[in-house]
């Protein structure tokens, strides 16, 4: 229970840089700091931090946004370029290819569900493909982006970022100290506790110095300083599901043409990305230990990257899951201090996202009520979970039975709430989204019916219009989303007329 004489909170303490913790200080300068309340965030220049989360999804806009940050200088500054969509290679057969594009698909008709139409009208001559009808899928494949044009009526792309992780959190950075946030340097080599209320009281480091605070963000990482080593938070193992547990990353020179997505193609004993940046490639091999040595794993990567290495790979060890609580006490942890899912569908940074807000929604006192914190952990525990149960999917989903892993991941028992839609597809392609989950019903259409999870049947209300009138309003669409995307400047042209790389413009500070 609060006890209400406790009072406001005046001093939040951010443990740890990186993406989290930076994207945690610049969003508090912005709206914590009400000029009596102290940002402080603590790290230390010698300890690494993961830096890979280097592909986004378009809720990304919306805290650029939240915090003030103009897109073009964040672009100059990250080197980021464009992202439609997803590229899923080989995930079913091993020779398919589907895209998981941003934004809606065609349009329904009369109240009905688009992909429902399409289900019954795929086979007819010049219906084609569902991405035919997604802006950003047909964009994407011809290479081609662009912004909405009031002018010509063209509409908004659904789009997201790839960036450089690190420079991003350097960009963070700048605007959190210019907001007022105190960075501290040092390592932090423990936690002091109240031993009344059993919240953390201070951090002390190793030179001997003690930060105290009232709220404490743990971003520590993987160690998870503050949640699971202080407040002893355990953690839930997800590996049982998602068996990938290391990933091996190198940068590469850049590539043309500057492809607007992702590609993820499907190896053996897990999966390789590609990210495309305008000053390098992003790459990595993510794969599961049990399936795959760490030698094997690396040549695999090294043998089939576009470009040169312009770096040694490096090595991530990690589990699938999270802490059974996001928040105890006045800890609350962001990031990998909270838990991990691998990166297939680019959620990492966008669950940081989710933390902040969700926390700024429920911003305590300094008692902390116990409702308030138990609303918080559940609203996260539910978003992670419906992210856990979309990146099953993909492995679960699939024909594949060309190795010990692929074989593993498609007979193996999945969560209820995965199994449950996989039925309700299965049987005439309804899908729901429940609550505030992530992926809405085009993400999950576009993954289910790429990995050719096929309905039985369809809507039977669909029954009711009339096919050919319809099927002819389909291939009017089709053709027009494609005369639309080619209208279109190639995505490395618009890149380098809006925002080229090269730092933080003279205006910006530097």
Request: aromatic share 10%; hydrophobic share 40%.
């Amino acid at each position: 229970m609060t006890n209400p004489n406790l009072g406001p909170i005046r001093k939040v303490v951010i443990v740890g840089g990186g993406t989290a913790g930076w994207m945690a200080a610049a969003a508090a300068a912005r709206y914590l700091d009400d000029g009596q309340r102290q940002i402080v965030l603590v790290e230390s220049d010698a300890i690494g931090t993961v830096g890979v989360g280097e592909a986004t999804i378009p809720p990304i806009l919306g805290f650029n946004q939240l915090i003030g940050v103009d897109e073009r200088e964040f672009i100059r500054a990250t080197g980021a370029t464009f992202k439609l969509g997803i590229e899923f290679v080989g995930w079913d057969t091993g020779t398919d290819a589907y895209m998981h594009a941003f934004g809606a698909y065609g349009r329904d008709i009369q109240g009905l569900a688009f992909h429902q139409i399409w289900l019954k009208l795929r086979d007819r001559d010049g219906i084609g493909g569902l991405d035919a009808y997604t802006p950003s899928a047909v964009a994407a494949y011809l290479g081609r982006f662009g912004l909405a044009d009031p002018a010509s009526g063209r509409a908004q792309l659904g789009y997201a970022y790839h960036f450089d992780a690190g420079l991003y959190a350097a960009f963070l950075r700048r605007r959190a100290e210019a907001g007022g946030v105190r960075r501290i340097e040092g390592r932090i080599t423990n936690a002091e506790r109240d031993p009344d209320t059993g919240h953390v009281r201070a951090v002390r480091l190793d030179d001997g110095r003690s930060v105290e605070g009232d709220l404490f963000i743990d971003c520590s990482g993987f160690r998870s300083l503050l949640l699971g080593e202080t407040m002893g938070v355990p953690f839930e193992d997800w590996s049982h599901w998602l068996p990938c547990d290391r990933a091996i990353a190198v940068p590469t020179e850049p590539t043309a043409p500057l492809l607007p997505y992702t590609r993820a193609t499907a190896r053996p004993a897990g999966w390789q990305w590609r990210i495309p940046l305008q000053h390098r490639t992003g790459n990595g091999h993510v794969y599961a230990s049990a399936h795959m040595s760490d030698d094997a794993a690396a040549a695999l990567l090294l043998a089939n990257l576009d470009s040169k290495p312009t770096a040694d790979p490096r090595q991530l060890r990690f589990k699938a899951g999270r802490r059974a609580k996001m928040w105890e006490g006045n800890v609350v942890a962001l990031g990998l201090a909270g838990g991990f899912l691998e990166p297939l569908e680019s959620t990492s940074i966008h669950l940081i996202q989710t933390g902040i807000s969700k926390l700024f929604a429920l911003f305590p006192d300094r008692g902390v009520a116990a409702v308030e914190r138990d609303e918080y952990n559940r609203l996260m525990g539910d978003a992670y979970t419906s992210v856990r149960d979309f990146i099953i999917l993909h492995y679960h989903a699939t024909r594949r039975d060309d190795s010990p892993f692929w074989r593993h991941v498609r007979t193996m028992p999945v969560p209820d709430s995965l199994a449950r839609k996989l039925a309700l597809f299965r049987e005439k392609g309804r899908i729901f989204r429940y609550d505030d989950e992530l992926f809405g019903i085009p993400s999950w259409v576009q993954v289910l019916l790429g990995q050719n999870v096929m309905p039985v049947g369809y809507d039977p209300i669909v029954d009711a219009l009339d096919a050919d009138r319809v099927a002819d309003a389909l291939r009017q669409m089709r053709a027009m989303t494609l005369r639309a995307s080619e209208t279109l400047p190639t995505h490395a042209a618009f890149v380098a007329r809006y925002a080229p790389f090269g730092g933080l413009p003279p205006s910006a500070g530097r």
